[in-house]
T-cell receptor, first 112, second 113 residues
């Protein structure tokens, strides 16, 4: 595998479910990101991790819980989501936080 | 704070037409500038970049020149193809240490044959 991979690519979940999104980067980068992309809205930066430490949390509701066990892996744990949370969730990585980012293909999440 | 402003879309063109997507920025100092492209059903891909004033980034027939005097980084292509239909994002690398890239809102391009 090369670049940034995300699994699953598609996820449908009910509002009471608990699920996790996974992101893995094979680029040797030190920073990882979660973005939310909703239809007709700008790209929203959710979380930033640098050397496994969270450096940014942009007022994201607690029903989204990130985890970064090492510099290559990033998870987004989901619980009791709302229909308005349906979106494309993109993971990205970069050498350092201010450097150009490389994106995964995204997970299309639908909350029913 | 630093920001990026892109022209509103969608932009609709016929094949072989000339493309310009405007991007202007507000930032302290001289930030690096980027264009990303997102094809349907995919994540964003880095298209081109420029790191200092008067630099021209180019890739796949697309070009953008870093204009310090007008704080702009407009994306151009001489002859678009149907396969160029995508969303294009302008972004800047802020000078503040530890701050992630700042993205514009994106401009949708639709090219018809």
């Amino acid at each position: 595998e090369t670049g940034v991979t995300q699994t699953p690519r598609h996820l449908v979940m009910g509002m009471t479910n608990k699920k996790s999104l996974k992101c893995e980067q094979h680029l040797g980068h030190n920073a990882m990101y979660w973005y939310k992309q909703s239809a007709k809205k700008p790209l929203e930066l959710m979380f930033v991790y640098n050397f496994k430490e969270q450096t940014e949390n942009n007022s994201v509701p607690s029903r989204f819980s990130p985890e970064c066990p090492n510099s290559s892996h990033l998870f987004l744990h989901l619980h009791t989501l709302q229909p308005e949370d349906s979106a494309l969730y993109l993971c990205a990585s970069s050498q350092e936080v201010t450097y150009e980012q490389y994106f995964g293909p995204g997970t299309r999440l639908t909350v029913t | 704070g630093d920001s990026v402003t892109q022209m509103e879309g969608p932009v609709t063109l016929s094949e072989e037409a000339f493309l310009t997507i405007n991007c202007t920025y507000t930032a302290t100092g001289y930030p690096s500038l980027f264009w990303y492209v997102q094809y349907p059903g995919e994540g964003l891909q880095l298209l081109l970049k420029a790191t200092k004033a008067d630099d021209k980034g180019s890739n796949k027939g697309f070009e953008a020149t870093y204009r310090k005097e007008t704080t702009s980084f407009h994306l151009e292509k001489g002859s678009v193809q149907v396969s160029d239909s995508a969303v294009y994002f302008c972004a800047l690398r802020p000078n503040q240490a530890g701050t992630a890239l700042i993205f514009g809102k994106g401009t949708t391009l639709s090219v018809s044959s």
